[in-house]
Every structure is written in structure tokens, then in C-alpha cells.
């Protein structure tokens, strides 16, 4: 069973930074494909980065791009989030999650239903 924990959100200033922190049950590189998604109050969840083991790329939304930044730690197995210049329209929660079975190798990136295991998620708040 895959566990992923996030945390690392809190309410900050418009302008503002945060990073947030994934830790996974297994080393993320056992992942087809591995991201960060959010879901704001009456929306849709949806993609915000996500990295695909596979050939090494990365998706970036075009609300991410310029601004967040994913990166991980193997050894600590571990993903994080830094999102910088935040917005009030990010806010949402953000959840990590991961595809173990390759699902997400056949569509495009960043695809909800692609992936199969999430974390409870932590919630992000920008406002002044």
C-alpha cells in the first residue's frame, strides 16, 4: 500500500512562499508518474505539476508555470512543491499523488485519473 503525507501549507500574504512536502511510502522512483494537485472550494481538482518517470519530463499548468517549482529527494523520498508570487487564486487544497500503474504514460500529463493513490492533502490559503 502506498501512503503519501502531505504538508507545508498555511495562509500567507499574496507575494508570498510556500513549500510544500510529500512523503511517500516508497522510493518515488518507482512511480510512472508522480505530481501535485489541487482542488479550490466548488471546483474541479486539477494538475498543477506533475513529473513523468518515464522519459524525465515535467508538466507545468500554465497557472504554475513561472512561479512553482517541483523538485525531490530520493533518499528521504520525498517531493516537494515550492510555489512562489502566490496568488488569492491559488488557493485550494493541494494533494500529492502518484500513478503506479503506468496509466498516466497514455494520456496527458497532469490527468486526475491517472493517478491512484493521494494524500489527505494540505490546505493552502493567500489572502491579505
Known amino acids: 500500500q502506498v501512503h503519501l503525507v502531505e504538508s507545508g501549507g498555511g495562509l500567507v500574504q499574496p507575494g508570498g512562499s510556500l513549500r510544500l512536502s510529500c512523503t511517500t511510502s516508497e522510493f518515488t522512483s518507482k512511480y510512472y508518474g508522480i505530481g501535485w494537485f489541487r482542488q479550490a472550494p466548488g471546483k474541479e481538482r486539477e494538475g498543477v505539476v506533475c513529473i513523468n518517470n518515464s522519459d524525465g519530463s515535467t508538466y507545468y499548468s500554465e497557472a504554475a508555470k513561472g512561479r512553482f517549482t517541483i523538485s525531490r529527494d530520493n533518499a528521504e523520498k520525498t517531493v516537494y512543491l515550492q510555489m512562489n508570487n502566490l496568488k488569492v487564486e491559488d488557493t485550494a487544497v493541494y494533494y500529492c499523488?502518484?500513478?503506479?500503474?503506468?496509466?498516466?504514460?497514455?494520456?496527458?500529463?497532469?490527468?486526475?485519473?491517472?493517478?491512484?493513490?493521494w494524500g489527505q492533502g494540505t490546505q493552502v490559503t493567500v489572502s491579505s
Open positions: 499523488a502518484t500513478d503506479r500503474d503506468g496509466d498516466s504514460l497514455y494520456s496527458p500529463p497532469c490527468i486526475r485519473d491517472d493517478y491512484d493513490y
